[in-house]
């Protein structure tokens, strides 16, 4: 697995080394992996950012869900738009405002609110260096907004630096999936 990744990353820095925009430059593809218990089947989610456009007078990636995509998350089905200002990757969200997403200057116990309510909180930052490039990665927990009875519940993921959540592009929270599928699908992560 760690293989992978590292394969990964490194296809990735050569994609984003000749980008204009640091973040989701024109062509880049993410792939999870997506196990579906009803009928059991492998499968893969595919985002793709397919070209650029502006939005409140910022140049955004239009990232697309070109195949699958999260099963219960209707806000996001579509297209999301995505911009790079310093350090910080903002999306686009369905209440026509811009929400920081990754933060990769962020360091250990700092925290923002990012979509759906979910508050990241960076828990250890560190750095890997692969081919000569130094990437930071920030081991966040996801805490969810309330859901009703004061439960907050949290899961902890890995944030890659210019390329986003190993889990999903961004803070997906398997905790507020809906009944809808939390028993037929179980999403297994960044893969090559």
């Not at 990232?63 to 350090?87: E, L």
């Not at 999903?168 to 599928?181: E, I, P």
């Amino acid at each position: 697995m760690k293989k992978t990744i590292i394969l990964f990353i490194y296809v990735m820095i050569n994609i984003f080394a000749f980008a204009q925009q640091p973040f989701a430059p024109v062509g880049t593809e993410w792939y999870y992996g997506v196990e579906r218990l009803v009928p059991h089947a492998y499968d893969y989610v595919l985002l793709k950012s397919i070209d650029e456009t502006i939005v409140d007078g910022k140049l955004c990636s239009i990232i697309s869900n070109v195949k699958g995509g999260m099963i219960c998350y209707d806000d996001m089905k579509g297209s999301v738009y995505a911009y790079q200002s310093n350090d910080t990757v903002y999306f686009y969200d369905n209440h026509a405002k811009f929400v920081p997403v990754h933060i990769w200057s962020a360091q250990q116990g700092d925290s923002w609110e990012t979509l759906f309510g979910v508050t990241v909180h960076v828990e250890a930052v560190e750095t890997i260096s692969i081919l000569g490039r130094t990437l930071k990665l920030q081991h966040v927990s996801y805490e969810a907004a309330e859901i009703g009875n004061n439960d907050r519940p949290s899961y902890p993921s890995i944030v890659i630096e210019n390329i986003g959540d190993i889990n999903y592009l961004y803070a997906f929270n398997v905790n507020l999936r809906g009944s809808c599928d939390e028993f037929t699908v179980r999403y297994s992560g960044l893969r090559v």
